[in-house]
């Protein structure tokens, strides 16, 4: 999934995280601002294209510390021949360079189209990431109804901010973001294609959704959740309407149709097709694809210890358990489903080809935030008409389609290992005390811990946002450096002093922030390198040597896939590793605590998930008792 890969210096802005909301996010105005979103878009900047030498001279320091010497030669070489005067690196970046004239952003409709649309893996664990809130507190079905209320009418609090353009604007760095993405996430959904799939959006459309579905026992219903006046309908009358479809779902069983969605892209895509050819089909399809959202009402799950409990509820959130337990219970398609078990599980799956990870835990803290101030009355018998249920008439064709997804799910599902830590001992203060950069220093301690693991560095990607540019999507932050290897070198080797650990580790630390402060200026490689591909194949000339290298591959062989999505709940977002040998990392930088959660796969003999995350609390901890038992030069 995220395997795809001048002028002169840019300013770096300083060291400044996107700017969170302690409290619950507040709309900027009571009432509608039209135009608002518009206008504050067209005064973003647009995503530059990077200088084609700088590029170059950044690629080939980024592959020192992940390839051989002679491979690093021969890659040498054939920068050398494409960078050459009047040769196909200056006419590919002439291309990129008009192409970025002519379009609001030169890149991202090209990297929706590789990253997802064109990748044909199951979303499901491979790009699909899931998120696992703190355990509610409620342990029945009633409960379970009780919070599903809540939490609707708190998303419904939130769009509200959409619909009027009130939602305040985020800054990274003291630059304002751009906030598109919040306006792909609801009543929009993927749709499978037999070659590539492409995402709709019905929140522009003239008549915008009116409804959510709900999906109960592998069984969807339409949920609308606005009054015939415009107005939502209240928390009571949602939980009324939730319990008129727990009721109606609770002693039927039907196929579980939504499994479907879990199938390689390709097979799904065919199956599609078979599903609609039904008119019934089609309609219920299109029900849950012009929905608001999906509201996953889960059934019983695996009994777990609690110490596993976190570990348990990642797997709920990224791909349901298998067809056993929650599987089929998703539509994954759907860019936003809530997932909430009876037993207080609570989070959410994503589909990712329209947003990345900030702009839905932002939701989610606001969804959850409005939950904890909600009361709810009594229910009482309403009036409003009950939910409708979705007919699927299951041909056999259909069925076999079913039962080979529900296979092929239970093998992703017995193959992904997830474990889920809180690395209590501390949080951002540590590193903020020593005056490092606590996102860099998390990346240093997973070099650390990678290099114990296997004595070498490996490829290794963090997700830079773009979001200071108009529609800028993400860049890759190559965490594995000079700097990084020659730290993880030296940590573990009794002939070194610890003032020079110490000094190794500033560099480490300053080399990942100079790195990410190059990403999210649009000054990266990958995209860049990406970008001159795409324009190749554009333009129809056959693709450079650069990109046929075996360095390249290496390079987008990322062993390590990580990201910090950082949130105000205490919760973690998750998915799975984006090579068969390589580990999926995910973590929640809070004040004094860090979420990780990491994933490998079990046919991989050389990986596993819960090895890494010891490996990483240890380094953590062997770096600060690092820099508590050294003296440092005056910072
Ligand atoms: N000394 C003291 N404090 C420092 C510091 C230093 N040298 N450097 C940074 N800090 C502080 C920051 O001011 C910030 O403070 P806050 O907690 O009050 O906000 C905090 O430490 C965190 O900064 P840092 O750890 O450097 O990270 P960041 O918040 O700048 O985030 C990225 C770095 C790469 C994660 C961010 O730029 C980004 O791109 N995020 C989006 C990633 C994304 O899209 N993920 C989802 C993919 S699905």
Redesign the pocket.
């Known amino acids: 999934m995220w395997g795809i890969c001048s002028r002169t210096a840019v300013a770096m802005p300083k ?6 909301p302690r409290h619950l996010v507040k709309p900027v105005s009571a009432t509608r601002v039209a135009g608002r979103y518009q206008s504050h878009q067209k005064g973003l900047p647009s995503l530059p294209v990077p200088p084609l030498q700088q590029t170059c001279e950044r690629y080939l320091t980024a592959l020192e510390p992940i390839v051989e010497p002679e491979e690093l030669n021969n890659t040498r070489k054939l920068l050398e021949e494409f960078q050459e005067a009047g040769g196909l690196g200056e006419k590919l970046q002439r291309g990129l360079e008009k192409r970025a004239g002519k379009t609001e952003n030169w890149l991202s409709a090209w990297w929706v189209q590789v990253a997802y649309l064109e990748y044909r893996l199951p979303v499901v664990v491979h790009s699909s ?1 899931g998120l696992v809130l703190p355990r509610m507190n409620f342990t029945n079905k009633q409960g379970q109804i009780r919070f599903a209320a809540k939490l609707i009418a708190g998303v419904l609090d939130f769009k509200t901010m959409i619909d009027n353009e009130t939602l305040p604007v985020e800054y ?2 003291g630059k304002p973001l751009c906030m598109n993405q919040y306006y792909e996430v609801l009543s929009s959904c993927r749709i499978p294609g037999l070659k590539r799939d492409s995402v709709v959006n019905h929140a522009k459309s003239s008549r915008p959704p009116k409804h959510i579905t709900v999906v109960h026992n592998h069984q969807f219903f339409i949920l609308d959740i606005y009054n015939s006046d415009g107005t939502p309908l209240t928390p009571d009358q949602l939980h009324v309407q939730l319990e008129k479809i727990c009721r109606a779902s609770s002693e039927t069983s039907s196929e579980p149709v939504g499994i479907l969605t879990t199938q390689h892209r390709d097979s799904w895509g065919k199956a599609y097709q078979n599903l609609i050819k039904d008119k019934t089909n089609k309609d219920s399809v299109s029900a849950i694809q012009r929905s608001i959202f999906t509201l996953c009402l889960d059934g019983a799950t695996p009994q777990v210890s609690d110490d596993s409990y976190r570990s348990c509820a990642a797997v709920q959130m990224l791909h349901g358990g298998g067809s056993r337990w929650n599987s089929g219970n998703r539509w994954f398609d759907k860019t936003l489903q809530f997932i909430i078990g009876e037993d207080g599980t609570c989070g959410a799956n994503y589909e ?1 080809a329209p947003a ?3 702009p839905i835990v932002a939701l989610i803290d606001h969804v959850v935030e409005f939950t904890r101030k909600l009361e709810l009355g009594q229910s009482t018998t309403g009036s409003l008409p009950s939910p409708q249920k979705l007919r699927f008439n299951i041909t056999a064709e259909i069925k076999k389609d079913i039962e080979e997804a529900k296979h092929s799910m239970n093998i992703l599902a017995d193959d992904l290992n997830m474990r889920v830590e809180v690395f209590g001992h501390f949080g ?1 203060n540590v ?2 005390a020593h ?7 998390i990346q240093v301690a997973l070099q650390l811990a990678y290099y114990r693991m296997y004595h070498h560095c490996c490829a290794t990607y ?4 773009l979001r200071m540019f108009r529609l800028g999507r ?1 860049d890759t ?1 190559r965490s594995a450096s000079s700097a990084s290897a020659s730290f993880v070198k030296a940590f573990d080797d009794p002939s070194k002093q610890n003032t020079d650990k110490v000094s190794l580790l500033e560099k480490a630390v300053k080399a990942h ?1 100079t790195y ?1 402060n190059m ?2 200026s649009g000054q990266a490689i990958d995209r860049h390198l990406l970008g001159l591909k795409m324009q190749a194949m554009e333009e129809k000339l056959s693709v450079p040597d650069v990109f046929k290298d075996a360095a390249y591959a290496k390079a987008l062989h990322y062993k390590l896939s990580t ?4 949130s105000k709940t205490d919760c973690v ?1 998750c998915f799975g590793p984006v090579v068969p040998n390589g580990y999926g990392v995910c973590y929640n ?1 809070m ?1 004094d605590h860090i979420n990780f959660a990491v994933s490998s796969f079990n046919t991989c003999k050389e990986t596993n998930a819960a090895h890494l995350a010891q490996a990483v609390e240890e380094a953590l901890l062997d770096m600060r008792t690092l820099l508590e038992q050294t003296p440092r030069a005056k910072l």
């Open positions: 060291p400044c995280g996107l700017l969170k990431p990274l760095g990712h990345e990870g900030p951002k590193p903020k005056k490092m950069s606590p996102d860099a220093f963090e997700s830079a946002s993400t932050i922030r990410t990403a999210i990201s910090q999505v950082p977002m930088p004040d």
